[in-house]
Structures are given as C-alpha cells and as structure tokens.
C-alpha cells in the first residue's frame, strides 16, 4: 500500500516531467463533457451537456459536424454501421448518419429523470445479436433494433437505469437505482435471475449506478451501499462482497491481470482487489472522487478523477503519477485545495451549501469522462467544455 506522502512526491515529478507540453489539440465548448468519447477510423463522437452531438477530426480537432437535441448528452455512443446512436436527457435515443450528421431515426421512451445532483450520467447503447441494448431514467430496459430504432422488447425495474447494459452468453446484465441487479433473457427480456444489494444505514435502496464487468464465471459491479459485488453469472448468487466504509462504488470495474480497479467516492482513493476474492491488492489515495471508469494501455492505467487531474498507474512499479491537469484545475485548484493537497478551511462538500461546493469542484474542469487512446493519444472531456487530445509517447 503507497503512503500519501510517497505518490505526491510522484504526482510533483511527474507533473515537472509531462507539464503540458504534449497537448495535441483542444475544444471548448458552452457547457461540461461528462460523455465518453468513441472513434471511427478518424473521427471522434461525444456528446455534451450543451445538448449538441459532436463529431470531430481526431487529429487536429476541427468540427465536422454536430447534432443538436433538446437534452443533454452524458454517455458513451455507439458506431453501428453507417451510423452512430446515442442517448439524451430529453427521452430520446437518437440514431444519426456518422459522416453528415442527419437523422436516421430516433426513440422515444417515457422520459428522463435524475436521482440527484451526483447522478451524472445516462446509460450508453450497447450492440449485441444484432440488438440495441439501453437503459433510461423511466426505469426500463430498452431493446430495439438498431437499423430502424423499433421496439423488440422491453423490461421495467422499480427505478432509474443509468448504467451500461452488459451481454454475455445470451443474457443482458443491468443494475438499476431500485438496488437490484438483473439478468434478463436477450431473446425476449424475461427475468433469468435478480440480486438485490444489502443496502446501508444511510442508502438503504443500494442504488447501482453504473455498469459491471465481467471476470470468468462472475459479475462485478459497485452500489451506492458503500459496497462492491460479485456474483455467480449463472445462478446470481454472491460470491463476495466488499465494503468501501463512507463510499459509494460509482465507477465501472476494470480487470487487468485478475485484479479488479475501481475509483471510489468520498473516500477518494484508487483500489485494486482480487478478483477472486475481493482481498485488497492496491489501495492509493486521493483528495477527490473518481466517477469513470479507468482504461488499460500499454501497461498502464489511466483514469481521471474530480480534482481535474488525469492519472496513471504503473503496475510493473506500483507507481501512481499525475499525467495531465485541466486548465480549470489549473486556474482554480487553490480555491479548493491547500498547498498539502488538503482541502481548504471552511470548504466542506455535503454542508447545507453543498450544492455551491460541488460546483466548485466541477470548475476544477473534473474528469466524468472516461478517456479512450488511439495510436498514443488519449482523449476525454472534462466539466468545463474542454475535450482534450493529449500525446501520452512520441508518436512514431
């Protein structure tokens, strides 16, 4: 287990190390990019909380195009085909051509809601036997077809669905804010199995908020019950749980090598556990909240967190170091934070003002955004409207 004191030593050396000096390109935008982009040959799609879809050159950054809808954008899309589907907060789902940007088709379900003000994301469309998988904030499992937007079927749970559906071995996977956790045939959504979470003092529903990862004959997943699961992918039975004390497990799993990492919330560090097993492996600590999901590249791995920092775990060395600051954490990091990286007297996230300190962390430019790496470059979006291109090596 690292020392607090050991990774910022690495974190002030990597940043001397990296500074800012491999940005490849930027783009501002009015409003904050919690979408995870996705690329298609050399175009990058993402959508943002400015309610416009936005394809771009993936080089240098130049608008191609952009579709506008009447909600906001805060999931990951899909690349079908011809075209690309995405969801929005205006209870749409949308299917439009990638290369013009006109619409194919679009969906409409019962509605959007949001749970509260940390419920930042909407479910991403997933592709599977030639299906469209989606969740909404009506509470359903949609599965349409993905060439016409038509409904084949659908499943309801007792709350919001803003995590990703996951599809394996012809079951669709999903959690739900109602604490259940569901396995649903793909032929025709009946129910195969449902595991409820244990709930806590504070979060008695077990909300699950994001996707899940598979790991052999397992799922694993994380709630708002402070805790991380993993269940028997047959029967949906536990095979062990974890408690992150004070914690939501927001972030989706990452499996590399057996072992499971995830970010967590208010105890704000960087885990990794057995897969097997749950027994801790890493646990790195933090001074903010990691809501995305972390990603696998060359050896490393790259998440980013709320404070606005990209970050990068080095498993051969254990090492964790700081790869890339926002300009919005650039600019307003000591507004927030003390020079020990401590937040600041007086500043407090879940006061009666809690609704002013949470913007204050997102002027950070924070990293809802789960970056994705094409030929050596990384790229996310941040709270700020910036979607950044950064060269992580020297492209050859």
Request: some cysteine; charged content about 20%; hydrophobic content about 35%.
């Amino acid at each position: 287990m690292k020392s607090l004191f050991s990774i910022l030593i690495i974190t002030i050396y990597s940043s001397v190390l990296y500074g800012q000096t491999s940005l490849v390109w930027e783009y501002k935008l009015s409003q904050g990019v919690y979408s995870s982009p996705v690329i298609d040959n050399n175009v990058l799609f993402i959508g943002s909380n400015d309610s416009s879809f936005y394809a771009l050159d993936k080089s240098n950054g130049q608008l191609l195009w952009k579709y506008r809808t009447k909600g906001e954008l805060k999931s990951q899309p899909l690349v079908y085909k011809e075209s690309v589907i995405f969801n929005s907060t205006d209870g749409f789902i949308y299917s439009v051509n990638k290369k013009t940007g006109q619409l194919i088709w679009r969906f409409a379900t019962e509605g959007e809601k949001r749970k509260d003000i940390w419920d930042y994301y909407l479910s991403s469309p997933t592709l599977s036997e030639d299906k469209l998988f989606i969740g909404s904030g009506d509470g359903h499992l949609y599965t349409l077809n993905p060439n016409n937007g038509e409904l084949i079927w659908k499943h309801k749970t007792g709350g919001i669905i803003h995590a990703n559906p996951l599809v394996y071995q012809h079951k669709v996977f999903i959690g739900s804010f109602d604490g259940f956790f569901y396995a649903l045939n793909v032929e025709n959504g009946e129910l195969i199995w449902k595991f409820k979470t244990i709930g806590d003092e504070y979060f008695p529903n077990g909300e699950i908020q994001k996707g899940a990862t598979i790991y052999k004959n397992s799922i694993i997943f994380g709630s708002r019950d402070y805790n991380i699961y993993s269940l028997n992918i047959e029967t949906g039975r536990g095979m062990w749980n974890r408690k992150e004390k004070g914690s939501w497990v927001v972030a989706e799993p990452l499996i590399v090598d057996d072992i499971v990492y995830f970010g967590t919330s208010d105890s704000h560090r960087f885990c990794g556990l057995n897969a097997s097993n749950g027994y801790d492996k890493y646990s790195l600590p933090l001074n903010m909240r990691v809501y995305g999901k972390a990603i696998f590249y060359d050896g490393d791995i790259y998440f980013g967190c709320f404070n606005g920092k990209l970050y990068k775990f080095n498993i051969g060395d254990e090492e964790l170091s700081q790869v890339f600051q926002t300009h919005g954490s650039e600019n307003n990091y000591f507004n927030v934070y003390n020079k020990k990286d401590e937040f600041v007297d007086g500043f407090n996230l879940y006061d009666d003002n809690y609704k002013e300190a949470e913007e204050k962390i997102l002027s950070l430019g924070a990293i809802l955004s789960t970056p994705i790496v094409d030929n050596q470059v990384i790229y996310f979006g941040d709270s700020n409207g910036y979607i950044y291109a950064y060269k992580l090596k020297e492209l050859e």
